[in-house]
């Protein structure tokens, strides 16, 4: 079916399909939908497809196939009954004729709430009413331990915060600056900068001690107390008094 | 006459004349509080206004008050209807009102003809029908029902005041719709899938 | 009850109900026929509706229903929408009930973040936070307290019934750890302004 069937459709009668054509077809038998003849209705049907068919004007592939349907409906209603075949003729054309009903009283109905007492045509609500408001107001919920908890968390936040270094035992670089200046005043001989730490220490102590005394050692040659000698890199580091230093 | 300010049948008859739409009772209470028995003023209401230019309905499970029907021919601004509907649209509406919920192939079936878009388009943007949620068959198709405003608009208490619906169920005639069967006799085949097309009678009048 | 479609009293009272403004007595004989006695209907209609939840009103020469006056809080309803209050909003209150009467700037200070005027306000609203006062420094800064509403929702005899650091400390409650939780707990949405946006947004739904 395409836009110009429908067209064709509204030029023929206005029929609303075969169905709408069907029932006013029926309803012009003028007797209840329940005593129509079906076979009357196809003949009906038929004729008026033929007849529209003769004036040669196009008839919607709609109404052929409602025509086929009804040539068949017609010739099994009328020839000896096949009890193979179902559902029955008389079956069938009992669902049409339901079906015609079917939309005939829906049609009757819509008329029929059309034409009752309609708002705004026939009954009137009120045209110009004050209105009804509904003002929505918060009811604020919290809880006393919402309360003091966020407080907690206010205070967590914060509460100052300490940077706490252990105590560590470390020899400062003016301990080991006199340390190793009075040792070197008591040896003659190089000696390794080991041996000039104090003895039995823990690791951490120890490595303490060894940086302080290297840099007390660097100082004491730079204010020309002191001799360093090194053969080459990580070699051992050797010290001696400077007899300058030693006459000092 | 001394006038009890919390009177009952005061208090709801205010509400539901300032009221700007019908109003269920729970909406009624709302206003008026819970203490006051809504119904029974409801009941007082319309006994007061029997008779009256003006009377108090009830649509479905809201109230309002609305003009005598019979004084329509005072009140008629025109004649015109408010609103047009093209036979397509009333034949799906009365379709629906009866047998809802309904699918659009149902409709189709019932009418014999495919239904276009904006058929139901215009029933639902006058507030009259629905979409009711989809059928549990295979495809699920989506189901269409009536509203509280068709009720109010048609003056209907309810769907049983729908006219003739009781003999018509009785007839058989709002069984469900055998969708097969109606394909059988309905050539050029209703299937739901189908392309929309052009309204033959859409803009008859 | 027999009802008489002539009835001048039923005309004139549906033609003022439907009537879209107040009428006066021409207009409403343009409608009902220039036989009624319309004056007549309106004192009718008038002794009718006295006392009643409705009522006739003139208003110079024009005629109209509204609801009775002292029925008009009716049309107004209150609705309680029970809300939870914001971490912004709580922890504000939190510090206003330690430290009051304290400035606004002083409760930045201790939050460590700036809050809005609305944050405020929600404490206002509620009925727990109110102005105490301006301080006598430079700028003359308003303070805040809470207010005995506060004391009774939240079942403390007096303020000296808050919990001190102390006692917080010893409930866990100070322990950074329920901190870095209590900020995990709100990732995403613990800058200002978002807090804001759902305190301001009164009328959400």
Do not use: C
């Not at chain 1, 105590?167 to 006199?178: G, H």
């Amino acid at each position: 079916m395409d836009a110009a069937d429908d067209t064709l459709t509204l030029d023929i009668e206005g029929w609303e399909g075969p169905l709408d054509l069907l029932l006013a077809l029926a309803r012009s038998q003028k007797v209840d939908l329940k005593q129509i003849s079906i076979l009357q209705l196809v003949e009906q049907y038929l004729s008026y497809i033929e007849h529209a068919r003769t004036l040669k004007l196009e008839v919607a592939a709609d109404y052929l196939v409602m025509a086929a349907w009804l040539a068949y409906l017609k010739s099994a209603l009328l020839l000896p009954r096949d009890p193979e075949i179902e559902p029955s003729p008389e079956e069938l054309a009992l669902r049409l004729q339901m079906r015609l009903e079917r939309l005939n009283a829906m049609r009757d109905a819509g008329a029929r709430l059309l034409a009752r007492d309609r708002i705004g045509r026939d009954v009137f609500r009120r045209a110009a009413p004050e209105g009804l408001r509904t003002v929505r107001k918060a009811q604020w919920q919290a809880e006393i331990y919402d309360l003091i908890a966020a407080y907690g968390q206010i205070n967590a936040r914060n509460r100052p915060v300490f940077h706490v270094v252990h105590d560590r035992l470390v020899m400062t670089l003016d301990a080991a600056l006199e340390r190793v200046s009075r040792l070197l005043g008591e040896r003659i001989e190089w000696a390794t900068i080991e041996s000039f730490l104090p003895d039995s220490l823990d690791g951490a102590f120890r490595k303490s001690a060894l940086a302080s005394s290297f840099v007390a050692a660097l100082e004491l040659a730079r204010m020309g107390k002191a001799e360093l000698r090194q053969k080459s890199a990580f070699a051992p580091l050797y010290l001696k008094a400077t007899g300058q230093g030693m006459e000092a | 006459m001394t006038i009890d300010p919390d009177d009952p049948v005061r208090a709801v008859e205010a509400v539901l004349f300032a009221a700007e739409e019908p109003l269920t009772i729970d909406m009624i209470r709302a206003h008026v509080g819970e203490e006051i028995d809504v119904r029974r003023a409801l009941d007082r209401i319309a006994e007061d206004y029997a008779g009256r230019g003006i009377e108090l309905v009830r649509r479905g499970d809201r109230w309002h008050f609305q003009t005598a029907g019979d004084l329509a021919h005072l009140l008629r601004r025109d004649r015109e209807e408010p609103r047009k509907l093209s036979r397509a649209a009333i034949e799906t509406l009365a379709i629906t009102a009866y047998h809802e919920p309904v699918t659009r192939a149902e409709i189709e079936a019932i009418r014999g003809v495919q239904i276009s878009k904006g058929t139901l388009d215009v029933l639902m943007e006058a507030g009259w029908v629905r979409p009711a949620g989809r059928r549990e068959t295979p495809g699920r198709p989506l189901t269409f029902a009536t509203t509280p405003e068709f009720l109010t608009h048609f003056g209907l208490a309810s769907r049983r005041d729908l006219p003739g619906i009781d003999d018509l169920r009785a007839a058989g005639l709002l069984d469900p719709i055998d969708l097969a069967m109606a394909e059988l006799s309905v050539a050029g085949g209703t299937d739901e899938g189908g392309e929309e097309q052009v309204e033959n009678d859409g803009d008859r009048d």
